[in-house]
């Protein structure tokens, strides 16, 4: 009986912050511009000076992340160091100086009856936010949300669960100060999965759920949910060397696709390489990694040309290691490589390197996926590298959003209608 009245306690209090939630949507939609921009402005003061105790309490989450055994990559996610701090909070304030995206009018049109038609951006509504580890997109979520007259419901994970609550409360005290309406920025404040299970189902209050984190995480959310979900499954992403390459160019964007930052999700897990180049320039790109401390699992070819080399296995082709590892096949052609990234990718970020003008072209046009790169990294698949601000996670989906998901995928649209007293005969 006890964890059945814990479950219905958790339940109404989870209710209780949907049905304010949406009462707040309604305030939002209310503000202009300026008064939103001052309380975004003011949440970023406010982080900044509470900024010694955001990193305390993330200090006690790392220590103990550590304890529980999370990986490396959680760890490192989960780390808000100062260099993370101090984008986090000048993420804020640049998000407050993006254009507005509520109030555009996206098309006008007028009809012979004298009915004059203007479809107009506004807010999604009430939007749950569920993630693990990186505290940071407590305040990039809550940012974003906010710009675009959305509330915000977040359910950071437990392992952040004090991070994540002393920056909402930063951003809290700072936009009360300046207007925030009560109830537009809202933390679940419990660890129990139960909390997920009822925001996902709660379709009378939220309109829409976007989960950031692991494979596991999303695929519960998008199998369970009756909320639409806007989600990323994985980032398997490739680089593609063609024959055609600048090899030094190559050199550069595959390590640094890798081995910048190995455990997000727009870092590279596979390399593709041209055979007729295989010979050559695989031993240089694979010392080269292995300087870095990267794991290489190759096919058969790659194994022959380098025998040191770990076999992949077909798993492998499907796989996301946020880590130093790296799968390595041989193509026959950019036909095989896109062949390849379209049957084992995940619709994420995929880059090839050549100078052949058709090769761009070919590769730009038949890989399906969210961002393709012709001669850079995969690593900018990010809001803030496309200069949208920050982002509030990246969609592999095709409806509504793709790719990053910043301030004009957090607007839908509306028909304002205006007549003179026409009646329809």
Known sequence: MKNLKTTQDIARQVTEIGRRARSASHELMGLGPEQKNKILNFMADSLEKLREQIRAENLIDLEEAKEKGLTDAMVDRLDLNEERLNSMIQGVRDIAALP???????????KENGLEFNKTSVPIGVIGMIYESRPNVTADAAALCLKASNAIILRGGSEALRSNRAIADAMLEGGREAGLPAYALQLIPVRSRDAV?????????VDLIIPRGGEGLIRAVAENATVPVLK???????????????????LEITINAKCQRPGVCNAAETLLVDQSIANDWLPVVAGALR?????LRGCDKSTGIVPDMNRATEEDWYTEYLDLILSVKIVDGIEE?????????????????????????YFGKRVDSAAVYINASTRFTDGAEFGMGAEIGI????????????????????????????IKE
């Open 395 to 422: 969609s592999t989906d095709r409806l509504h959003a793709r790719g990053p998901v910043a301030l004009e995928e957090l607007t839908t649209y509306k028909y304002v209608v205006t007549g003179q007293g026409q």
């Open 291 to 295: 300087e870095r401390h990267v794991e």
């Open 232 to 250: 990323h499954y994985k980032g398997v992403c490739h680089v593609f060397v063609d024959r055609n390459a600048d090899l030094s160019k190559a």
């Open 197 to 205: 299970t009822n925001l996902i189902t709660m379709d009378q209050y």
């Open 100 to 110: 507005d995206p509520v109030g555009r009018v996206l098309k006008s049109w007028k």
């Open 337 to 361: 490589a896109v062949d390849h990234i379209n049957r084992y990718g995940s619709g994420h970020s995929d880059a090839v390197v050549t100078e052949d003008p058709e090769h761009q072209d």
